[in-house]
Structures are given as C-alpha cells and as structure tokens.
C-alpha cells in the first residue's frame, strides 16, 4: 500500500505564498512521477502541476510563472511552490503518484492524497 501525505494548505492573503509538499510512504520500487491537482467548490478536479521521475515539468496555463513544482526522489518528496496567489487558486489540493509497486502487478498504478486547502482572501 501507498500513502501520500500532504502538508502546507492554509489560508493566505492575495498576493501572499504558500508550499505545499507531499511524501510518498510504503513499499514500491520507483515512483514514476508526481503532481499536483486542485478542486474548487463545484468544479471538476484540475490538474496543477506535474513532475516526471527525471525532472520534467508540466504546468496549467493559469499557473505558470507563478507556481513552482519540485521534488526530492531520495525523500519521495514532491513540493508546489506558490506564489503571487490569487482568490481563484483557492481549492482542495491533492497530490497524486504514479507508482511501481514492489509486489505483482507492478503497475504504474495513480494513488491520491486525501488534500490540503489553500484559500487566498483577505
């Protein structure tokens, strides 16, 4: 079993900054890459942020040059800087792995976070 456990969500002034960071814990070979989602009251689950095992990035259009995602292969860390926030990035941030796991079949398999909030209002 794999459990993704966030920590960073809070509630910030527009303008402000916020990082987010998730750990992946349990048994698995490799984690193939990481993300971060958002969902807002009423909206469907958007993707934020992604982050391959080699360091490649992918950023929603609404986010980029203010968001920053990163990660730590050896800690199973994966981070989302944000900055400059706005009102609208207020939602439930979830982070999600792909992973291979150490017993049959090895996947890759997505796993979830249960969420952070992140509200930005003054």
């Known amino acids: 079993q794999v459990v993704l456990a966030e920590s960073g969500g809070g509630l910030v002034q527009p303008g402000g900054s916020l990082e987010l960071s998730c750990v992946a814990l349990?048994?698995?070979?490799?984690?193939?890459?990481m993300g971060w989602y958002r969902q807002a009251p009423g909206m469907q689950r958007e993707l934020v942020a992604t982050?391959?095992?080699?360091?490649?990035?992918t950023y929603a259009d609404s986010v980029k040059g203010r968001f920053t995602i990163s990660s730590d292969n050896a800690k199973n860390t994966v981070y989302l800087q944000m900055n400059t926030l706005r009102p609208e990035d207020t939602a439930v941030y979830y982070c999600?792995?792909?992973?291979?796991?150490?017993?049959?079949?090895?996947?890759?398999?997505?796993?979830w976070g249960h969420g952070t909030q992140v509200t930005v209002s003054s």
């Open positions: 982050i391959t095992h080699s360091g490649s990035t």
């Open positions: 349990g048994s698995f070979i490799r984690i193939e890459n």
């Open positions: 999600n792995a792909a992973v291979l796991r150490a017993v049959l079949p090895r996947g890759p398999f997505d796993f």
